[in-house]
Every structure is written in C-alpha cells, then in structure tokens.
C-alpha cells in the first residue's frame, strides 16, 4: 500500500484563487485559505486545504434539442483534497496563526492532522499512482460530499446521492427520480422504480419494420413495373444476375 | 424458433423462385421481340427485291423521336402483391422469433420491465385542460423579445452581454424577459460563466408556438372549407394529437407519405 503524506510545510493563500477553473466548473479559494502538498512516495500529486471555499458545476449537457441538467453549487466546509497540482503556490504565502484560526484550527499539528485523517482514506495500492486529469473530494457545508473529475471535455459529478456523467453533448444522472441517459439528439430514456420511459418507440417495432419494409418494396415494384412496360431498345436492363 | 428459421428459409425460397419465374418471363418477352423483329424485316425487304446499296447522305440531328410503343408488357402485378403479403407479415415473424429466443433461458435472459408511457393523453385529457394550466405554459412565451430569446439560444448557450446585443435590452430590462423563461423552465443558467441555455422543453414550446403560429395563420387564410367548427384543424386520438390540415409550411415531420407515383 502506497500511504499519501501531508507535506510540512502549510501554507495559505494570499488572494483569492481558482485551482478549478474550466467552463464546466469553478473550485475557489478565498484568502486565507490552508493549505499544504500531499505526497506519495515523497512525489506532489495534489493539495489538501480548509477555509472559506466554494464550488460550482454545471452539470449541463448541450444536446441538439436543447440542454439538460442543472448547475450545483455551494461553499465547501472542512478538509478538501484536489488531485491535482496548480500553480497555487505563487498565490500562498506561509500560513499564520490567523488563518489556521479562521479555519478552524488551533495551530499547524491539528491542521496536519486533521488533513492525514482525510488523505489517509485515499492511500493508493500502488507508488504509481498518477491522476488522470483533476480530481476534487470534498465536502459542502451541509457535509454532502462531492467527487468531481474533470478531464478533457468529460466530467463527472457526484453529490450527495446524484451522480452526473457529461460528455460530448451527452448525459447520464442518477438521482431519486431515476437513471436518465440522455443522447446528443436530446433523445431521453429514463429508467425508474416504475419502470422506463422512453421505449414506447420499441411497442410496436414489428409493425413499423413491416410498414417500412412494405413501402420500401412497393416503391421498388413501382419502378419495376414501370421499367417493364416502357418501350425499350435496351434489353441489358433485364439482365438479371 | 426452428419454425420460424424453417418459415423464413421457405419464405426465401419462394423469394427465389419469383425471381427465376421473372426471369424466364423476360427471356421469353425477349425473344419475342426478337422474333417480331425478324418477321417485320422480312415483310418490309424481302432478300430479292433488295435495291442495291447507296450512300448515306449526311446525317441531320433533329429531335429524338417519340418513343415507339411496344406491344409486349410484363404484368409484375402478382409478384408485387405477393411480395407486399411477405413482408407485411415479416414484423410479427421478428417478434415471433425473438419470443421464441426467450424461451432459451440458458443462454439468454432478457430483463424483466415494463415500457411506461408518458406525453400520452387522451383526448379527454387534453381538453379538460384548465385555462390557468394553459396559461402557464403559454404565458412566459407571451412576448416577442422572449420569444427572440428562445430562438436565439436554440444555437448554442450565450452570455447575458451577447443577450443584451441580440436583443437590444439591456441589464433589468432584459432580466425581466429572462426571469419568466427561467420560472417556467424553459431556459437554465449555468452558473460557471453565467451562460443561458435553452432546455429541451423550452425548445418543444418554442417548435409548438411556431406550429400555432402556422395553424392559425393557415386557417385565417385559407378557412374552414365548410368543416364544422369542432372538426377544423387539430384532431385528438388517443396517442396525442394530429394535424389535419393542410401544411403550409410542410416538414419532415408532417409531410404524407412518400410515394414515387
């Protein structure tokens, strides 16, 4: 088992900063904010901070009939831990008495501690571990907690008990009304208690094959007997293989 | 199953052997032709009175001619039918066969749900829409600029400063066109760039609000031909509503079937 280690050294932030910042979602830190490296094997892969922080996501889905989805949003509360490194470090200075206060902490061991307790949960099974993209773990201040991995396009979003998958105009959530899976053409399925919704289409799939089957062939025959009874010097059309 | 793979396997047999019968009818409707061909030569130069051969004056390119008619006809009308019986039976032969599938349940296990209807009303339903109810729906589509909204977004997302161009009002002004659209759900803002969307059903009222548009302007021009008031325009079936008008402005969706005729 690879263990994660807070680093030494906290720090705090000297101005407001976003280490999450894309078009999907915004993760920011006010002034103030601890914060301090997390290793493995003595190797940066991310930050643990706790102060006044908020995020919001738009766990939206552009799809040709229009959107789906909603924003999320809300301030953070406690210890929070973004896989992840950003330039946080030109925004920081060392942290003061004042700042640990402000979040909650009596001085820079209880902050250490507090962050081991949280980074500890995650210890990977190996040193290798290298984030794909950016992982945030965190909690708001009603304790629901988040996960949300942005990389690329797609992201991910769990809070509280829904879940969002978005990518490429395309959405998944679960929630307490369902599991939708909504395609880029806005086509909706819905999958609940009750049963889905979304497949009336399939009810009577026999008899539209039949229908268009039918039609098909009824042009084509059409087009046949036309051909068969037109004058003709070109016998080459009958020519069947 | 084995009957239904063995049905379709005779169904193609029998496929193949129209197409050999159609084959053979048109080998015969040839050398018909041929034959005809031969004796109407014949009849028009007989070998010994054949003049001696002159040479060709230069061609003149005219019109094409008329196509001349041709006696022989091939009457496709028993295939067609007969192919139409086919494949109209060829949906329920599916579902037979794939009922069938199911009853393999050691390889094969499909799950258990059921297909839940929505967007279904009956005619009943519909009309005992309430005024209010209506109103709501119809009410945050009450005004050009937020109608100018919706159509604006249906490309894409868009800030409130591209808003504030497109419709040439600005701050509070806009917002109270904004606000109604978000109440009624048909627009959301993202709250990353402050961005407006048009949602799907918000995109469904506009699309509707263009088909009364067209309705009505098509009734107002054109009348109702006699029909009593109830009957003009919109029927109501079980499975929702139907056009019956006229399309003035015909798409995909409302065109009559196709026909090559």
């Known amino acids: 088992m690879a263990r994660l280690e807070v680093d030494d050294a906290i720090m705090a932030t000297s101005q407001v900063y976003r280490p999450i910042s894309t078009d999907k979602a915004i993760v920011e830190l006010d002034p103030g904010c601890v914060w301090s490296y997390v290793t493995l094997d003595d190797r940066r892969v991310g930050i643990v901070f706790a102060g006044s922080a908020r995020f919001v996501v738009d766990a939206i889905a552009e799809t040709r009939a229009g959107a789906v989805g909603k924003s999320e949003s809300g301030a953070l509360k406690g210890v929070q831990l973004l896989f992840y490194q950003p330039d946080i470090e030109e925004h920081s200075r060392s942290a003061q008495n004042e700042d640990l206060r402000r979040a909650g902490y009596g001085d820079q061991a209880e902050f250490r501690s507090d962050a081991q307790s949280v980074v500890g949960r995650h210890d990977q099974k190996s040193e290798d571990f290298e984030p794909e993209g950016k992982i945030f773990l965190g909690n708001d201040e009603s304790e629901t907690k988040i996960v949300l991995v942005l990389k690329d396009e797609e992201m991910v979003l769990t809070y509280g008990k829904r879940v969002y998958v978005v990518s490429d105009a395309k959405m998944v959530s679960v929630g307490g009304d369902g599991v939708s899976v909504t395609n880029s053409d806005g086509r909706n399925l819905l999958v609940t208690k009750d049963g889905i919704q979304g497949l009336e289409e399939l009810e009577n799939l026999g008899e539209r094959i039949s229908t268009q089957v039918a039609r098909a062939v009824r042009r084509s025959m059409k087009k046949l007997d036309r051909y068969a009874s037109r004058p003709s010097e070109d016998d080459d059309f009958y020519e069947w293989g | ?261």
């Not at chain 2, 904004?178 to 759900?185: E, F, K, Q, S, Y």
């Open chain 2, 1 to 261: 199953m084995s009957d239904d793979i063995d049905r379709i396997k005779e169904e193609l047999e029998e496929v193949r052997r129209l197409k050999e019968s159609l084959r053979k009818e048109v080998e015969e409707v040839r050398e018909e032709k041929e034959r005809l061909r031969e004796s109407g030569e014949r009849r028009r130069h007989p070998r010994h009175e054949r003049p001696p051969k002159k040479p060709l004056p230069p061609k003149k390119i005219g019109p094409p001619h008329p196509p001349r008619p041709y006696g022989a006809t091939i009457n496709l009308e028993g295939l067609t039918e007969s192919l139409e019986e086919m494949m109209d039976g060829l949906g329920e032969q599916i579902s037979a066969s794939l009922k069938g599938i199911e009853g393999i349940e050691a390889n094969l296990r499909f799950p258990q749900f059921k297909v839940k209807h929505r967007h279904k009303k009956s005619r009943r339903d519909i009309e005992k829409i309430p005024p209010e109810r209506v109103a709501e729906v119809l009410s945050p589509l009450g005004s050009e600029e937020r109608l100018k909204i919706l159509d604006f977004l249906k490309d894409g997302g868009k800030s409130f400063n591209e808003m504030e161009a497109h419709t040439g009002k600005t701050g509070s002004s806009l917002t109270h066109h904004l606000n109604p659209l978000l109440d009624a759900g048909y627009i959301i803002k993202g709250q990353v760039r402050g961005t407006y969307y048009v949602t799907v059903v918000g995109r469904l009222a506009y699309r509707l609000a263009q088909w009364l548009t067209s309705r009505v302007e098509y009734q107002l021009t054109n009348g109702t031909r006699g029909k009593p008031e109830d009957e003009v325009g919109v029927e109501f079936d079980e499975g929702g509503f139907e056009d019956t008008t006229e399309p003035s402005d015909a798409t995909s969706d409302n065109y009559p079937e196709e026909d090559d005729e």
